[in-house]
Structures are given as structure tokens and as C-alpha cells.
């Protein structure tokens, strides 16, 4: 018995069937990804029709049996001309049923990835086709990956149902071996051991490939050099960002008069503007009426309680959310809008590159880096995929920048490495690696401990020194104090008071304002 297993196992007859099921299930696995994922995009359309269609076709692909699509597909379709040899209406069948599947795969992958993704890719004026490829992509993998491996091998198995329209794969080989034989154990267990390699192959396809897309595993080299070394093996070499000396950390200032040269407004005129601004989320105004303007080179800080509409103001300006009414101006130009006969204001299409024309720097409360990239490669995106950096123009500018904020020892770390303060610093400096004409803060500290806050303030004095136009929300009213030009405070959508950091924080007019201060001192010193 053992001698005839191993003599089916090398049979060329059996092992040329398997070869067609791999080709099957090849094809139509790229086929299937291909189709999947224009399914899983039309899936999360915003559009209702191009949605339903896509939802339709997989619940109609997934809720009727394989079997009796490869039977359409082979003996109906003919009746009205169309035509398929048995091999080619195997790969169609089995590519529009994998499509089903694996956009459903795709799309929970996409959806597993945080939304702040997205967004801080979108403030950095990358369109979303590029923000698809580059930044949710390759995170969703990590999701996506093993449920995409079983799908694989459920397919290089299920290519035994092609049988039934007469493809002459492994097991319809097999079938026709033992009805000459009738060695039922011999045969099927060598078809069976082919199957288990095949499908072993991608089990080990799939290790590799959620090696690569684990941003999240931590480096083991440490476990490896304690067992070289306890065998007696020399230590590899260090890796260059050990050995090489830690380059020259420059003042925030003079780095950034070099990287955004004439972008850093000097004089008085107006850098932002708003003009009657409102949002509302159904029912709910945000922001009722808000005029405000930045100078070239002014350091706005915006105070609040929390739901005043703050974050959503600034969000606004970016173009990060839609205006309901009025209008915003960045250095003049509106962001995503045109002006059409009448006066008003309606979005452009390309939306991506008005904000990259408009060179608006973003820091977010949460970081919102880029997981999946180190700290290098956080800095480096947007210059290279956005604006056309050569990669080495890229990495001299990040390289200055990194070490300007403290984290030129970091630049291989991912951003789950890093301490809160670290992160908050790194997404300053990805903000300034598109030299920003003006920096907008989204409580760039409220997320961090007490002991962190500070240098990421000491970065933010920086950027002021260097005259960077920049628009801060926060709650730290000893940081307002010394770096605001202005200051606005801001409760139920409106603007209640604004002046320089004595008027308001020291001789505050509105009762609002005082109360606010005061459960703002008594916070902080709870805290102390």
C-alpha cells in the first residue's frame, strides 16, 4: 500500500490535475480581487445606487450555491451566444463568485482602519485613491490577510466542483483512476496529500505576508542576540542609526526661515479669514455667524468649553468639513470652493489639490500618524506622493526635522513606539515637511500627561519665534499667555470676547469668560 500511495502521489496524470486547479484558482483569485475591490468601494459609496448595486450582486453571488452558477454559466449562457470552453467557464464562475467574497474581506478591512487615517491624510492634501493605496491599504491587510488566506484555500479546494462541467482537475483525475482500480484509500489519499500540500503553501504564503504588514510586531533582535551570544557567536553589526553619529539639532527658527522660505508671512495682511461662517449637524448649530481673521505671522489662540465649536472651525478651514453658510479664505483663496455668478460659493472637484495649493499644516488632539510608517517615512509622505519631492530632498528636510524637535534617535520607530510627546512632536514635524503658510493646533496637548505637555509647548514656541502663522486651540492658559498674539474665547458656536492674552485671561469683560477661566485655574491646579 505504501508503495502505490507514493507512486499516485508522483503520478504526472494526478500532478498535471492539480496543476489545472492551481491555475483556476490563480486566475480567478486575481480576477476575484480585482472585482472585489471595486465592489467593496462602490460598497462604501457615498452614493445610494452605485451602493445597492454593489450590495445586490454580493448578496445575490453569495446566497446561491457555486454549482449551479458554473452550470449557467456553462449551459445556459450558450442559448443566448455566449460561449465557453470548460476551462475558461471554470475561471469566469469561480472569479465572479470570489468577487462576492472577497469584497466583503476588503471592505471590512478598509473599515477597520481608523477613520483619523483618512482624515490626517486628507489635511495633507493627499486625494483619496492615493490615501487608499499608500495609507489604508496597507493597514487594512493586517485584517484582511487571513480571512483572504482561507478564502484562498476554500477556492483551490472548491476547484473540485468544476467536475461537474467536465474540467479534468485533480479529483475528477482521481475519480477516473479509481474507476479503473478501485483503489478508493490508495488514490483519494494521495489526491488528498496534493490538496494539503497546495494548500499548506498558502498557509505559509500568508505568514510571510502578515510579517510584512505587521507594523505592530515588536523587533526580537534582542531575544536573538542573547542566544548568540550564549552559544558564543559574535553580535551582528549595529544597525547605521547606531553607529552613525546623531546629526546637528538646529534651532526651530532658523530651520524653518530654510525650509519654508517665503511661505512664513512677515507682514500684517490677512492669512485667514472668515466671514459669517456657520455649520450645523442636523438639528444642532456648531457655529452660528463666526467672523474672525489672522494676520501673516499672528499666533491666534481659540479658548473654549468643550462643544463651543472650536475643533469644527478649524476643521472648516482646511476644508475638512463643508461650509454650510458664508466664507473662508486662506492668503486670499478659498480652499475646494469657486465663486459662480451670483456670489456664492459652490465645492470644486479637486478637492485634494486646492488643499495642497493652500500649504495647510494640521496637528491633531490625537496625533493621528500614520501607523503603519516609521517616523521617517510619517514626515516623508506627503512630500514625495503630494508635492513632487525628489525622496532625498524628502529625507534631508525630515531628517533636519526630526532632529530639530528631538527625535532624530526615533526616526525607525513606529508611532506605537513613541511616548505621547514624541507622537504630538512627529506630527509637527510632518506638518512642517509641506511648508505650511499657516499651522492649525487642535488641542494639540489635552491628550498628553502633565510631565509631556511641556515639550510639546517648547516646540509650538518655536514655530512662533520663527513668525509661523499659526491658530491654536487649547487650554493651557499659561502657554496662551506667552504665545498669543490674540485671543478668542468661543462658547456656543460664537466668538463672546477676543483681545490680546492681558485683556482676556487678566480683564475678562463677559461673565462667560470668567467662569470659564476659573474652572480652567481650578483644573489645573487639582493637576498640580
Known sequence: MPTHLLGYLTSWFLLQGALLALEIAGLAMVVGLILGLGLALLRLS??????????FYIWFMRGTPLL???????????????????FTTAVVGFSLNEAAFTAEIIRGGI?????????AASALGMPPLLTLRRIILPQAMRAILPALANQTISLIKGTSIASVIFVNELTFRAEQIVAQNFRFFEVFAAAGMIYLAMTSAVALAQLGAERRFDFMREDRGGLRQRLLAAIGR????APESETHPEPPRERLPTLI?????????TDTDPCVVCRNVQKAYGAREVLKSVDMTVHSGEVVVIMGPSGSGKSTLLRLINHLEPLDWGEITVHGSHVGYERVPGGGLR?????????????????????????HLSALDNVTEAPVTVYGQSPDNARGVATRLLAAVGLSRHASHYPHQLSGGQQQRLAIARALAVSPRVMLFDEPTSALDPELVGEVLAVIRGLAEAGMTMIIVTHEVGFAREVADRILFMDGGVIVEQGDAEQVLDRPVHERTRRFLRMVSKTEEAVA
Open 46 to 55: 457615498r452614493s445610494a445606487i452605485l451602493s445597492g448595486i454593489a450590495w
Open 68 to 86: 449551479l452558477q458554473l452550470v449557467f454559466i456553462f449551459d445556459v449562457l450558450p442559448a443566448v451566444g455566449l460561449t465557453f470552453g470548460t
Open 111 to 119: 473599515v477597520s482602519v481608523n477613520r483619523s487615517q483618512s482624515i
Open 234 to 237: 559574535p553580535r551582528p553589526p
Open 257 to 265: 526661515a530654510s525650509i519654508c522660505r517665503d511661505l512664513v508671512g
Open 347 to 371: 465645492p470644486i472637484r479637486k478637492l485634494a489639490q486646492a488643499r495642497a495649493r493652500a500649504r495647510i499644516g494640521m496637528v491633531f488632539q490625537h496625533f493621528n500618524l500614520f501607523d
